[in-house]
């Protein structure tokens, strides 16, 4: 099935942005960093009102973030704070006649409330540490707060002397007794995410109960996990948390359990523990009767596909949700009929909202175009937030069957009417095996019929991944087509999205199927948009689109006039000895590196060095613990003394991603003009 934007109904609800503009230009990397950005919405109790942050970026490049409320009914929008900061993680109160979020107005991060009816914010915690998230009970009296504390104190003020102890004291050295010792671009301090349980009675609170004590793992999980994670029992008797089991095999093992411990502390309850493999997201139905949450099967992988399992708290049946749906959910949301689930999935390039029926299994698709996330559930609407390939983020909300779509807000519509983006399609072509592989080609902005465009061919990491139709902070497709590209993005086999067998074929094949599907992909799609020019394409990638930039190097080295390669894999072997996330390399590569050498070895870009010879950029930070930026100096290394044209780009602020917007401009400033001079755009341009 082909989508196209110019034929999506949230295209027309758009396009009316560039009707006003006197003169939109192509997409740059300036409007970029620029762009303002929703966040932390949430739907009120009773489905009228909707609040969100909204992350305001002037023409110097300098933010502010403020709350607004609007409702649903007239469509009136309010500004509720303006404040110097941040709010975020918004919630609720009781009846809907406050909200609380978290903001450092005093120093250090807290948890406010402010009334809806009037009035000044009040700050609702004052504890010596910094409040990172929070969740408050059904009834609003309570509120599990997450905050990092050293495991072996025993209250906050311990917990506080050691950070200052740490900052103050004079040494660098760090002392380790077991993995791990770092994670993704931060050493380990010996401090883990707890949480904790406040009781909230309208006074200042100061203390609570450390209700994960002793902990020597992380609640919730870190990076990518939130307070999803964690969620009172409908009762408010309890906290159920997803986290591991306290063990010496944190770097190698993925079963993190689901846990329920009482909100006055004391002795936990795995819930969990006859599955070895990840557990999460756990959500109660409203009445108590079901706990869903999300489950794979396989021990040691983070790709695996997440099962809906429900779980009868009166009876303690449980059971697999739609076991014959072969998607894997990121999110879950009961209805309030308490037995439909609304989720969200990747489907097919998309990120999509599907209605599950628990009793029947039945799946039904109620929004796919786009990556959505679904904010809150009124009696007969859903709110979610959308993006797409030429839509930063925006609110929408749409009937439970699927009509009806109306947008909520515009919150970038002055920029984006300045803004020209270049169509886009989705294609598919047969791949390795014969079989459907999906992508998606964009038209350079300015694009001419009749004339031919080089090529930003986009490979994915993960590598269980996919460049689908959404809006990146960082490696934005549209840059590329604004820049004068046709983009070409494949979904190669082991990207997310279209059933766990497709994923799980690149496992134990790295540099097999995949390698066939890019090659397989850009003679397709060449061959079927004739104003591609397949001989001035230049291919580029991170992490593991990075490894296979090196990858391609050795396999496939008449492909390309030029590759970039941004922390990209080198050699598996010491790869293998300095990355943090062992779980990893030992599934993918079927054991540690001395179990299985051969397999290591086979996929390993290193033994292909006598084959290599197109110019590549090399890009990395040193910050990066996920793949150390030797990896992508030794890889410079060799090309400078092969001889080979190559350049370095290094940053020592910077992790397994560009972060800083002054970086990031220079990240692309350095890598179009890469591929301009090896694709004979820089000739052209000057001409």
């Known amino acids: 099935m082909k989508k196209t934007a110019i034929i999506m109904a949230l295209a027309a609800v758009g396009a009316a942005f560039n009707v006003t503009a006197a003169s939109p230009t192509p997409f740059a990397v300036q409007q970029l960093v620029k762009i ?5 919405a949430v739907l009120s109790q009773d489905g009228t009102k909707v609040v969100y942050a909204i992350k305001n970026v002037d023409s110097n490049g300098k933010g502010s973030s403020d709350l607004y409320i609007q409702d649903l009914t007239t469509a009136n929008v309010k500004q509720i704070t303006q404040f110097a900061g941040t709010e975020h993680s918004v919630a609720f109160g009781p009846n809907d006649k406050s909200i609380y979020f978290v903001a450092a107005r005093n120093g250090s991060s807290q948890l406010y409330q402010l009334p809806l009816n009037g009035g000044e914010a009040k700050q609702v915690t004052d504890f010596p540490l910094d409040v990172e998230g929070f969740k408050l009970s059904n009834d609003g009296t309570q509120a599990v707060i997450n905050m990092r504390v050293f495991p072996e104190c025993d209250d906050l003020a311990c917990s506080k002397d050691k950070f200052d102890a740490e900052t103050a004291r004079t040494s660098t050295g760090k002392e380790y007794k077991q993995l791990m010792v770092r994670h993704w671009d931060t050493w380990n301090d010996h401090s883990r995410s707890h949480l904790f349980v406040a009781q ?11 209700v994960t004590a002793g902990l020597d793992t992380e609640t919730p999980p870190k990076p990518f996990s939130g307070m999803e994670e964690v969620t009172f029992t409908p009762d408010g008797k309890h906290v159920v948390y997803s986290a591991k089991a306290p063990s010496k095999d944190q770097a190698w093992t993925t079963n993190y359990d689901l846990w329920q411990v009482s909100v006055d502390g004391g002795e936990v309850k795995n819930l969990t523990e006859s599955n070895k493999a990840w557990d ?33 708290t009166v009876t303690g049946q449980e059971k697999e949700v739609a076991p014959l749906w072969d998607r894997s959910p990121s999110s879950l949301a009961f209805g309030t009929d308490n037995k439909t689930l609304f989720v969200t999935a990747q489907d097919i390039g998309q990120v999509s909202i599907f209605e599950v029926n628990t009793q029947f299994g039945d799946v039904k698709t109620i929004f796919n175009e786009g990556s959505n996330n679904i ?20 609110l929408y909300s749409v009937n439970l069957d699927g009509q009806n779509l109306n947008r909520l807000t515009e919150i970038n519509k002055d920029k984006l009417a300045e803004i020209t983006f270049g169509e886009y399609q989705q294609f598919s072509f047969k791949g390795w095996n014969n079989e459907e592989v999906y992508g998606y080609w964009i038209k350079p902005a300015n694009y001419k019929q009749g004339e031919k465009y080089p090529i930003a061919f986009l490979v994915h990491g993960g590598p269980q991944g996919s460049f689908g139709n959404t809006f990146s902070s960082r490696w934005n497709a549209q840059l590329w087509a604004g820049a004068g590209y046709g983009v070409v993005m494949i979904d190669f086999h082991g990207s997310t999205g279209y059933g766990q067998a497709f994923t799980d074929s690149i496992t134990q094949d790295w540099g097999g199927k995949p390698l066939e599907d890019l090659q397989k992909g850009l003679a397709a799609v060449t061959q079927q948009q004739k104003w591609l020019d397949g001989d001035r394409a230049c291919a580029l990638g991170g992490s593991y689109g990075g490894y296979m930039m090196n990858w391609i190097q050795g396999n496939w080295n008449d492909g390309f006039k ?29 054991g540690p590196y001395d179990k299985n050498k051969a397999l290591y070895e086979k996929f390993n870009p290193v033994n292909f060095v006598d084959n290599w010879k197109t110019p590549m950029l090399v890009i990395h930070g040193e910050k990066d613990f996920r793949v150390p930026y030797g990896q992508g100096l030794a890889a410079y290394t060799l090309m400078q003394r092969k001889g080979i044209p190559s350049e370095l780009l290094i940053y020592p602020d910077e992790n397994h991603w560009i972060l800083n917007p002054d970086n990031l401009e220079q990240w692309y400033k350095n890598v179009l003009g890469w591929m301009d001079r090896w694709t004979e755009r820089e000739n052209l341009l000057s001409e």
């Open 562 to 590: 030029c590759l970039v390669n941004h922390a990209g894999l080198f050699d598996m072997r010491s790869m293998y000895y300095v990355t943090e996330e062992l779980w990893f390399p030992e599934y993918e590569f079927g």
């Open 375 to 394: 904010v809150g559930l009124a009696a007969d609407k859903l709110v979610f937030s959308h993006k797409s390939l030429v839509e930063p983020g925006d």
């Open 36 to 40: 303002n950005k929703l966040h932390s």
């Open 280 to 312: 999460a997201h756990p959500t109660y139905s409203a009445d108590g009767r079901y706990l869903a949450y999300l489950a794979m099967t396989k021990p040691g992988f983070e790709a695996d596909r997440y099962r809906i399992m429900l779980r009868d």
């Open 200 to 210: 909230l009675n309208g006074d200042t609170v100061t203390t609570a109960v450390d």
